[in-house]
C-alpha cells in the first residue's frame, strides 16, 4: 500500500508492504515547482536511444566512462552537453534499442541513479531529458561531439533532425536511420528549482 501526501512545499510518501515481516519505506522530497521541457527517448518504433544525465562526475570521467560505453557495446558517437552548473552532464548516442536492451546500457553507467530508474517509476516509462531553461537555469549547452568509429545500428532520424535545428549542430545523415521524421515527443514538466 502506498499512501502520498503533500506538507507544504513537501511530497511524503509511506509505502507499507507485508510478507512475513512489515516494511515501511518513507520518502521525503521537496515538491517540484518549476516548468520546463525536455525530449523523450522514445523513437516512433517504440525504441529508445540512450540518454545519461551525470550529476557530480568530472568531464574526463564522463568522456572515460562514454568511451568504455561505445567499445563495450558498439555505440555510435555520443553528443556531450553541460549544465550550467559544475560537474553536471547530459550525454545522447542516437543508436536505437530495444526497452530491455537500453536498461542495459544505461544501468551500466555512472549516470544519475534517479535518472537510471525512471522509466519503471514512472507512467512515461522512457527516459528525459531536459532542453528548456529551468527557472534561472539555463538549457544545457552543447559543448561536443565523441566520434567512435561504430556506426553499425539504425539511429532515430528524429532525434538527429532535433539535435540540429536545436543546438546547431550538424549531424550528418546516416546510412542506417529509421526515416521517422515526425517531431521529437517533448514533454512539459515540474522540477525542483536549484536540480
Given at each position: 500500500m502506498l499512501l502520498t501526501f503533500k506538507l507544504f512545499t513537501?511530497?511524503?510518501s509511506l509505502?507499507?508492504?507485508t510478507r512475513?515481516?512489515?516494511n515501511v519505506s518513507l520518502l521525503i522530497v521537496?515538491?517540484?515547482?518549476?516548468e520546463t521541457y525536455g525530449i523523450t527517448?522514445?523513437?516512433?518504433?517504440?525504441?529508445?536511444?540512450?540518454?545519461?544525465?551525470?550529476?557530480?562526475?568530472?568531464?574526463?570521467?564522463?568522456?572515460?566512462?562514454?568511451?568504455?560505453?561505445a567499445r563495450e557495446f558498439g555505440l555510435s558517437n555520443f553528443y556531450i552537453f553541460q549544465n550550467d552548473i559544475e560537474k553536471s552532464f547530459h550525454a545522447i548516442c542516437l543508436d536505437k534499442f530495444p526497452m530491455w536492451e537500453a536498461v542495459e546500457i544505461i544501468s551500466s553507467t555512472s549516470a544519475d541513479p534517479g535518472f537510471k530508474k525512471a522509466p519503471r517509476l514512472f507512467r512515461l516509462r522512457r527516459w528525459v531529458l531536459r532542453v528548456a531553461q529551468k527557472g534561472?537555469?539555463?538549457k544545457p549547452k552543447l559543448i561536443t561531439t565523441m566520434k567512435t568509429g561504430y556506426n553499425s545500428?539504425?539511429?532515430?532520424?528524429?532525434?538527429?533532425?532535433?539535435?540540429?535545428?536545436?543546438?546547431?549542430?550538424k549531424i550528418k545523415k546516416a546510412k542506417?536511420?529509421?526515416?521517422?521524421?515526425?517531431?521529437?515527443?517533448?514533454?512539459?514538466?515540474?522540477?525542483?528549482?536549484?536540480?
Open positions: 513537501i511530497t511524503i509505502k507499507f508492504t512475513k515481516a512489515i521537496k515538491t517540484p515547482n518549476k527517448s522514445r523513437t516512433k518504433d517504440g525504441k529508445h536511444i540512450i540518454f545519461l544525465d551525470y550529476d557530480g562526475l568530472e568531464y574526463h570521467e564522463v568522456m572515460e566512462e562514454l568511451t568504455f560505453l534561472e537555469r539555463k545500428r539504425e539511429i532515430s532520424t528524429a532525434h538527429r533532425i532535433f539535435l540540429n535545428e536545436h543546438y546547431n549542430t542506417k536511420e529509421d526515416g521517422f521524421k515526425e517531431t521529437v515527443e517533448i514533454i512539459e514538466y515540474n522540477t525542483a528549482s536549484k536540480c
